[in-house]
Nanobody
Framework: VQLQASGGGLVQAGDSLRLSCTAS????????MGWFRQAPGKEREFVAV????????KYADSVRGRFTISRDNTKSTVYLQMDELKPADTAVYSC??????????????????????WGQGTQVTVSS
């Protein structure tokens, strides 16, 4: 499984960015997709996850109401629309997916330990 993230950049506080992550190597629509981020000197933290058919989402409290995760299974791509960006959102953002099929359609894990495949990350920098 390969995950390729893109869309990061340098923006000002209040601006928007949309990250994309395209997957290959297996059936994209059978697995949830998550976004995580890691700021310098901090641990990796959960940002958002979407279930395999796109009807169930979960967000970290810090981004709820500002970020929106979505997916297009016909393009094997997951998106993270980030609005009202803050300097505290500065981090490397990575997409990830789980290693095994889960029986629940609405499976939306937020623990990084539940994920087995990770993209290379894309830098998001928000200036004040």
């Amino acid at each position: 499984v390969q995950l390729q993230a893109s869309g990061g950049g340098l923006v000002q506080a209040g601006d928007s960015l949309r990250l994309s992550c395209t997957a290959s190597g297996r059936s994209f629509s059978s697995y949830p997709m998550g976004w995580f981020r890691q700021a310098p000197g901090k641990e990796r933290e959960f940002v958002a996850v979407i279930n395999r058919n796109g009807v169930s989402e979960k967000y970290a409290d810090s981004v709820r109401g500002r970020f929106t995760i979505s997916r297009d299974n016909t393009k094997s791509t997951v998106y993270l629309q980030m609005d009202e960006l803050k300097p505290a959102d500065t981090a490397v953002y990575s997409c990830a997916t789980t290693p095994r099929f889960h029986s629940s359609t609405f499976y939306t894990p937020s623990d990084p330990g539940d994920y087995g495949y990770w993209g290379q990350g894309t830098q998001v920098t928000v200036s004040s």
